[in-house]
């Protein structure tokens, strides 16, 4: 794992009452094949009725920005399987690489 900022703020992610959950530090794949230092989560939101979100956050091209992917969403509290799911995924990625 290269060197990446510290954990980021996700102020702008949660609302009164949301949980989230740091999943992984990892090196994820994208679908252009690049490879981007990320940081995954998943966070349980319970504003708009319960869904659970796996997100990944990466420094974004611009210093001192970052940019959040939403990689999955499931209606209710399904955070232990979008962990799950998430650590699969970067298992599968160092499997192909």
Known sequence: ?????????LDL???QGDQAQFVA????????????PSWLYV?????????????RVVPDRR??????FLERAEEGDRRA???DWLRAQ??????RR
Not at 1 to 9: G, H, K, L, S, T
Not at 43 to 55: D, E, K, N, S
């Open 25 to 36: 530090l990892c090196d994820w794949p994208t679908r252009m094949g690049r490879i981007e």
């Open 13 to 15: 992610l949660l609302a």
């Open 81 to 83: 399987a979008l962990a």
């Open 43 to 55: 966070v349980l939101h319970r504003g708009h009725g319960v869904w659970t979100h796996a997100y």
């Open 63 to 68: 210093p001192g920005h970052l940019a959040v």
């Open 1 to 9: 794992m290269r060197d990446v900022a510290p954990a980021p703020d």
């Open 90 to 95: 970067v298992m599968a990625a160092d499997t």
